[in-house]
T-cell receptor, first 112, second 115 residues
Framework: GEDVEQSLFLSVREGDSSVINCTYT??????LYWYKQEPGAGLQLLTYIFSNMDMKQDQRLTVLLNKKDKHLSLRIADTQTGDSAIYFCAEASPRGYNKLIFGAGTRLAVHP | EAGVAQSPRYKIIEKRQSVAFWCNPI?????LYWYQQILGQGPKLLIQFQNNGVVDDSQLPKDRFSAERLKGVDSTLKIQPAKLEDSAVYLC?????????????FGPGTRLLVL
């Protein structure tokens, strides 16, 4: 099937690290993405990783990819209140003309 | 560089009425996507255009939804007649269409409420 799975909710203290996990479905997916959605806004691209990589770091963001288990994670270091949002994992399906298949999103709440 | 533009931002209609949404992609982007995002869910692809041709409309409810991209630039998505379950955010995205540059950039979305 085409189900990308994410945990629905994560609560962290300001300054701690956040780890958001995702399981995708298609082992032939070439790109895997993380998008951020703030209330009332569209999707903001955070980062992406090619399937031939196992890690990518971009400032406070670290993406880890385990192709064997089809598991993707996003780590946010030094989480701030401005990071509170819904985070979507998405895979680009080569079988579907590169359409994105999204998870249901993980709501990140950052508290002082 | 200007991002993906969408209008209107909000729309409230009654069931059985018609509605249209407009999208202007990032300049030079050949591929345009319309996604539907129901509250509490991730976006789901409705239709994908490459220039002015349809690449994938397998998830588009064609009895009531239609979309066009006549000149290969901006696009219109129409619902006629609307049902209560069409209440959602309609997101437009674009990508360059070039190999190795498949990243999709999203507009702010149009929030539709059908009463």
């Amino acid at each position: 099937g085409e189900d990308v799975e994410q945990s629905l909710f994560l609560s962290v203290r300001e300054g701690d690290s956040s780890v958001i996990n995702c399981t995708y479905t298609d082992s032939s997916s070439t790109y895997l993405y993380w998008y951020k959605q703030e209330p009332g806004a569209g999707l903001q691209l955070l980062t992406y990783i090619f399937s031939n990589m196992d890690m990518k770091q971009d400032q406070r963001l670290t993406v880890l990819l385990n192709k064997k288990d089809k598991h993707l994670s996003l780590r946010i270091a030094d989480t701030q209140t401005g990071d509170s949002a819904i985070y979507f994992c998405a895979e680009a399906s080569p079988r579907g003309y590169n359409k994105l298949i999204f998870g249901a999103g993980t709501r990140l709440a950052v508290h002082p | 560089e200007a991002g993906v533009a969408q209008s209107p931002r909000y729309k409230i209609i009654e069931k059985r009425q018609s509605v249209a949404f407009w999208c202007n992609p990032i300049s030079g982007h050949a591929t345009l996507y319309w996604y539907q995002q129901i509250l509490g869910q991730g976006p789901k692809l409705l239709i994908q255009f490459q220039n002015n041709g349809v690449v994938d409309d397998s998830q588009l409810p064609k009895d009531r939804f239609s979309a066009e991209r006549l000149k290969g630039v901006d696009s219109t998505l129409k619902i006629q007649p609307a049902k209560l379950e069409d209440s959602a955010v309609y997101l437009c995205a674009s990508s360059s269409g070039l190999a190795g540059e498949e990243t999709q950039y999203f507009g702010p979305g149009t929030r539709l409420l059908v009463l």
